[in-house]
């Protein structure tokens, strides 16, 4: 097994296990990524619409 397989298998372990056993842990980190992303795109927007308008 390769390095980069290695790591994509814990990656995948871990996501499994923090699930599993942390759940409102990791309700919070996909709220806190979905409010970035929300973030980027309203800030994204924004600007579009400035230099257009």
């Known amino acids: 097994m390769t390095l980069k397989k290695t790591l994509q298998w814990s990656a995948i372990v871990f996501i499994v296990w923090f ?4 759940p409102d842990a990791a309700a919070k980190v996909i709220r806190g990524i979905g409010d970035i992303i929300a973030q980027l795109g309203t800030g994204f927007g924004d600007f579009f619409s400035r230099l257009i308008g």
């Open 19 to 22: 699930v599993a056993y942390r």
